[in-house]
């Protein structure tokens, strides 16, 4: 289970970051920069907070809602225009840069990843973080459910490619939908499942 001793090794006022949705075919790449207060921390969340591809969907909205009331949070996202403009990795750093700046002035960031974006403070990338940082994991957590909630929000407006429940991803159900409803603005042209439908 994640606890806090990158944190404390690290020393003064550290933030978390994470993204979620570098993946899918459709939909922005959004991240989230989290900075715990370790001394008002809620017991809750120590026990259950984790890497949130672990957790149901109930417990993150849940461990979710406990982050927003008691820590600080700034998100971020890239737009499917940046991603296919930029590519996937320099879209998710300007996402993560987004979320600090949305957060405000901290000493030292952990990220989730090998790679470092550029960042206007010191940077320990940290692999599998979100199963080792507790602030990694809220960051982990809270992007995942902002992301998803945008999801089905662009679900009701794009019904048929189940993005209510496959955020985006490539499931059968998704590939299905682009073959027979086509792309929308929400796709990302520059990944290959897509671009071979825009060039058909």
């Known amino acids: 289970m994640p606890d ?63 982050v927003l009331t008691s820590a600080r949070v700034g998100f971020g996202e890239a737009s499917v225009a940046e991603i296919d403009r930029l590519n996937i990795l320099q879209a998710t750093f300007l996402a993560m840069s987004r979320a600090l700046a949305a957060l405000g002035p901290v000493d030292h960031a952990l990220v989730d990843g090998n790679r470092p974006p550029p960042l206007p403070c010191p940077v320990r990338c940290v692999v599998g973080g ?28 794009h019904p048929g490619y189940g993005w209510e429940r496959n955020a985006g991803y490539g499931s059968a159900e998704h590939m299905a939908a682009l073959t027979r409803l086509g792309v929308t603005e929400h796709h990302r042209r520059s990944f290959a499942p897509v671009a071979r439908l825009v060039s058909a």
Do not use: N, W, Y
Request: no cysteine; charged share 30%.
């Open 4 to 66: 806090f001793a990158l944190e404390i090794g690290l020393g003064g006022v550290v933030a978390g970051i994470d993204e979620v949705g570098r993946g899918p075919l459709a939909g922005p790449v959004m991240a989230a920069a989290v900075v715990l207060d370790r001394q008002r921390f809620p017991p809750r969340l120590a026990e259950r907070l984790d890497d949130s591809k672990k957790l149901s969907r109930r417990l993150r909205d849940e461990l979710a809602e406990l």
């Open 130 to 157: 979100d199963g080792l940082s507790l602030s990694i994991a809220a960051a982990s957590v809270v992007a995942k459910v902002r992301r998803d909630t945008e999801m089905a929000r662009l679900a009701e407006l």
